[in-house]
């Protein structure tokens, strides 16, 4: 099976845009999370998507959205960016929920200038 | 919801010896502990995993030990290479419970030098 892909894998913005991120999970799993990564800050839980629901949600502000299509596929939405806001995204893919063994995809490396 | 703390931060050893990457959790109803290795600029891939049921297992140089009534699991690689160079991270979760999912640590970079 292929594993989970992420587009695009990198990013340059400019303070105050937004962002669309994509991630597409191995093929049969249900559930996406989306995490941050920074230097030194460990993998930031930002929610779960889970049959096309919100199922988990981390303590990012509201500027920081998902969603998750039928077909399982996801996309992560910031927007107002901000300096801040530059980091690896990685989406990790669940067969069932996000508490079984999760996949990562590469990531999408954000800068944001 | 779930705390769990991840020790040391970094870890250096020499090829050859071994390494040990502790972790402890604060929710007893934690049943399952994955731990994931991240070579530099790659992905962090699942190496091993462990479930509330087994106290120990093994695959090859690595092996997860996990301790239910102290709350803690501790990743072991013997035998250490410098491709074991990388950041491991360690979680935990209620597998299968309403609204779980993986908690984190905030990961260890073991350096093994040749």
């Known amino acids: 099976k292929a594993g989970v892909t992420q587009t695009p894998r990198y990013l340059i913005k400019t303070r105050g845009q937004q962002v669309t991120l994509s991630c597409s999970p191995i093929?049969?799993?249900?559930?996406v999370s989306w995490y941050q990564q920074t230097p030194g800050q460990g993998l930031q839980f930002l929610f779960e998507?889970?049959?096309?629901?919100?199922?988990n949600k981390g303590n990012f502000p509201g500027r920081f959205s998902g969603r998750q299509f039928s077909n399982s596929r996801s996309e992560m939405n910031v927007s107002t960016l901000e300096l801040g806001d530059s980091a690896l995204y990685l989406c990790?893919?669940?067969?069932?929920?996000?508490?079984?063994?999760?996949?990562f995809g590469p990531g999408t490396r954000l800068t944001v200038t | 919801g779930e705390n769990v703390e991840q020790h040391p931060s970094t870890l250096s050893v020499q090829e050859g010896d071994s390494a040990v990457i502790k972790c402890t959790y604060s929710d007893s109803a934690s049943n399952y502990f994955p731990w994931y290795k991240q070579e530099l600029g790659k992905r962090p891939q699942l190496i091993i995993d462990i479930r509330s049921n087994v106290g120990e297992k093994k695959d090859q140089r690595i092996a997860v030990t996990l301790n239910k009534t102290a709350k803690h699991f501790s990743l072991h690689i013997t035998e250490t290479q410098p491709e074991d160079s990388a950041v491991y991270f360690c979680?935990?979760?209620?597998?299968?419970?309403?609204?779980?999912?993986?908690?984190f640590g905030r990961g260890t970079q073991l350096t093994v030098w040749p």
């Open positions: 979680a935990a979760s209620v597998r299968g419970s309403t609204l779980g999912r993986l908690y």
């Open positions: 093929s049969g799993h249900r559930s």
């Open positions: 998507y889970f049959s096309e629901t919100q199922r």
């Open positions: 990790a893919s669940s067969l069932e929920d996000s508490s079984y063994e999760q996949y």
